[in-house]
């Protein structure tokens, strides 16, 4: 009897991604960066190729053929894009050009409503994304923002953030998954306290989505947000998933072309869901090709996606574990890698990271260094900056050998240094 051994997800992915296969600085890639922006499948790419060589046309406006096979590939990935994350209805998907849009645009939208004394709560993790336009709306509005810190394990504090909600909070908004800290916050809990409060919630999911199954119904959020180059689609696109009657109750954030019904000189009605939120052309290609990357993430299956990502983040800490100058930030992954997200942001004694980034770059591996847009989170644990690196379903355990091997001998040779 022959055996075959049973390939990794990973081995049976890679020749979908042509980036992978090269070198860098005379060294087989291995991209490491995952959480900054994933690499993008042939899928992806070959429906860009396709849009722009066969049918590129205004979405919306023309009756001729091209603009109506532009139009249909558009709306057709927004229910892709709903069917993703199991919106009750294609009309709760917006499209924007990233997260960072839109949470202005619920901040812009939304966020008029709010008063004098109103509070935020918003937790010391987040994303400079998921805070400076709070901070912006809390200056024009009189609103306070109040944080959520962290347990003795670097998570969300769901006690205290008991503590701090009460019938002033109109709003939580929170990271699902740490870009730093890869702590999977306790979502479900949080909603459901917040509801009770009468609160809305906004659910910064950028770094979950491409990661982990999403159900935004069962989560029973009020909005939440992605960015698609984080999920194997293009730059300049993401979106926007808001309840249907908040989103119908929402003023447009900018004016334009398609976001209108009837237009007069000196006064306008608008469009229904989503247009009324979607000004001016969009980035059509870019829509079309993150439903292609939605279609290649439901063919592997995110169930799959997720297990294998958990299997391989528990070798990375495992391996990371063997370095005894390393510290790592946030939650360890529990049994078989599970309870956190496939990144670990780390500090090595006093080497700098970008010391180390720079190092692993010469031997080829693409990792980050830096605050990762998580500027007050890394005042809070009192560091500088961290090295990152992050995994995708492509990521081999060969390629968490060979950045571990290449950490260990740039920690050897700066402790030579500073010894
Ligand atoms: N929220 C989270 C949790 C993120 O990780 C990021 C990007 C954003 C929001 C903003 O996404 P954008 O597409 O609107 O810019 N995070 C990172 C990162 O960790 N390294 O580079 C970008």
């Given at each position: 009897m022959t055996f075959t051994k049973e390939k990794t997800l990973a081995e049976q992915v890679r020749l979908d991604f042509p980036i992978l296969h090269q070198e860098v600085n005379g060294k087989p890639l291995v991209y490491l960066d995952n959480a900054a922006t994933s690499q993008k499948p042939m899928l992806v790419l070959n429906t860009l190729r396709d849009y722009y060589e066969q049918y590129n046309s205004n979405v919306h406006r023309g009756v001729h053929t091209l603009s109506a096979k532009a139009t249909d590939a558009y709306e057709g990935a927004r229910d892709k894009v709903a069917a993703f994350v199991n919106?009750?209805?294609?009309?709760e998907i917006v499209f924007t050009r990233n997260a960072t849009e839109a949470i202005n645009l619920v901040a812009y939208s939304w966020g008029s409503n709010l008063q004098q004394g109103d509070e935020i709560i918003l937790s010391v993790m987040e994303h400079h994304s998921n805070l400076i336009p709070w901070q912006m709306l809390a200056q024009r509005t009189g609103a306070v923002l109040k944080f959520v810190e962290l347990t003795?394990?670097?998570?969300?504090n769901l006690e205290q953030f008991k503590s701090l909600i009460s019938d002033k909070t109109k709003l939580v908004s929170t990271v699902h998954?740490?870009?730093?800290?890869g702590c999977i916050n306790p979502v479900q809990e949080i909603i459901a306290i917040a509801h009770k409060y009468g609160a809305k919630v906004l659910i910064d999911a950028c770094q979950s989505v491409p990661h982990m199954p999403i159900d935004v119904q069962q989560m029973d959020c009020d909005w939440l947000v992605a960015s698609g180059h984080k999920m194997c689609a293009p730059t300049g696109i993401g979106f926007l998933y808001g309840k249907l009657d908040l989103l119908r109750s929402m003023p447009p954030f900018l004016g334009g072309g398609e976001m209108i019904a009837d237009v007069f000189l000196d006064h306008a009605t608008y469009a229904d869901?989503?247009?009324?939120?979607?000004?001016?052309?969009?980035?059509i290609a870019e829509a079309i090709a993150l439903g292609a990357a939605v279609d290649y993430l439901s063919g592997i299956g995110m169930d799959k996606i997720y297990t294998y990502e958990a299997e391989l983040t528990g070798y990375l800490f495992e391996q990371l574990a063997q370095i005894p100058e390393i510290r790592t930030y946030g939650p360890l992954p529990k049994v078989?890698?599970?309870?956190?997200?496939a990144l670990a942001a780390f500090t090595a004694g006093d080497v700098h990271p970008h010391d180390l980034s720079t190092i692993l770059d010469q031997a080829g591996v693409a990792i980050r260094a830096g605050h990762h847009c998580t500027q007050p989170l890394h005042r809070y644990l009192v560091a500088q900056s961290t090295a990152r690196a992050s995994l995708s379903f492509y990521n081999t355990h060969e390629e968490i050998d060979v950045f571990i091997t290449t950490l260990k001998e740039a920690i050897d040779f700066f402790g030579s240094i500073f010894n």
């Amino acid at each position: 009897m022959t055996f075959t051994k049973e390939k990794t997800l990973a081995e049976q992915v890679r020749l979908d991604f042509p980036i992978l296969h090269q070198e860098v600085n005379g060294k087989p890639l291995v991209y490491l960066d995952n959480a900054a922006t994933s690499q993008k499948p042939m899928l992806v790419l070959n429906t860009l190729r396709d849009y722009y060589e066969q049918y590129n046309s205004n979405v919306h406006r023309g009756v001729h053929t091209l603009s109506a096979k532009a139009t249909d590939a558009y709306e057709g990935a927004r229910d892709k894009v709903a069917a993703f994350v199991n919106a009750a209805s294609r009309q709760e998907i917006v499209f924007t050009r990233n997260a960072t849009e839109a949470i202005n645009l619920v901040a812009y939208s939304w966020g008029s409503n709010l008063q004098q004394g109103d509070e935020i709560i918003l937790s010391v993790m987040e994303h400079h994304s998921n805070l400076i336009p709070w901070q912006m709306l809390a200056q024009r509005t009189g609103a306070v923002l109040k944080f959520v810190e962290l347990t003795e394990t670097e998570e969300f504090n769901l006690e205290q953030f008991k503590s701090l909600i009460s019938d002033k909070t109109k709003l939580v908004s929170t990271v699902h998954v740490s870009n730093t800290l890869g702590c999977i916050n306790p979502v479900q809990e949080i909603i459901a306290i917040a509801h009770k409060y009468g609160a809305k919630v906004l659910i910064d999911a950028c770094q979950s989505v491409p990661h982990m199954p999403i159900d935004v119904q069962q989560m029973d959020c009020d909005w939440l947000v992605a960015s698609g180059h984080k999920m194997c689609a293009p730059t300049g696109i993401g979106f926007l998933y808001g309840k249907l009657d908040l989103l119908r109750s929402m003023p447009p954030f900018l004016g334009g072309g398609e976001m209108i019904a009837d237009v007069f000189l000196d006064h306008a009605t608008y469009a229904d869901l989503p247009n009324k939120f979607e000004a001016g052309t969009p980035a059509i290609a870019e829509a079309i090709a993150l439903g292609a990357a939605v279609d290649y993430l439901s063919g592997i299956g995110m169930d799959k996606i997720y297990t294998y990502e958990a299997e391989l983040t528990g070798y990375l800490f495992e391996q990371l574990a063997q370095i005894p100058e390393i510290r790592t930030y946030g939650p360890l992954p529990k049994v078989a890698g599970l309870g956190r997200a496939a990144l670990a942001a780390f500090t090595a004694g006093d080497v700098h990271p970008h010391d180390l980034s720079t190092i692993l770059d010469q031997a080829g591996v693409a990792i980050r260094a830096g605050h990762h847009c998580t500027q007050p989170l890394h005042r809070y644990l009192v560091a500088q900056s961290t090295a990152r690196a992050s995994l995708s379903f492509y990521n081999t355990h060969e390629e968490i050998d060979v950045f571990i091997t290449t950490l260990k001998e740039a920690i050897d040779f700066f402790g030579s240094i500073f010894n």
